[in-house]
């Protein structure tokens, strides 16, 4: 069974990711490229935020 909260799998593919992949290796696969892709940039702009302003408890 395919997790499927919207209902729409058949049409959309998993979690209507824009490729509408269903396969389940090929989504993994698709998600670890773009993390892939982005990592860098994400990583620059952390860089030049500075250290978080959050509270800790």
């Known amino acids: 069974?395919?997790?499927?909260?919207?209902?729409?799998f058949v049409?959309?593919?998993?979690?209507r990711n824009s490729l509408k992949l269903k396969d389940p290796a090929e989504v993994s696969e698709s998600e670890h490229l773009s993390f892939e892709a982005s990592i860098e940039d994400?990583?620059?702009?952390?860089?030049?935020?500075?250290?978080?302003?959050?509270?800790?408890y």
């Open 11 to 15: 049409t959309e593919g998993y979690l």
């Open 42 to 56: 994400a990583l620059a702009l952390l860089a030049k935020k500075g250290p978080s302003t959050t509270k800790r």
């Open 1 to 8: 069974m395919t997790f499927d909260p919207f209902g729409d």
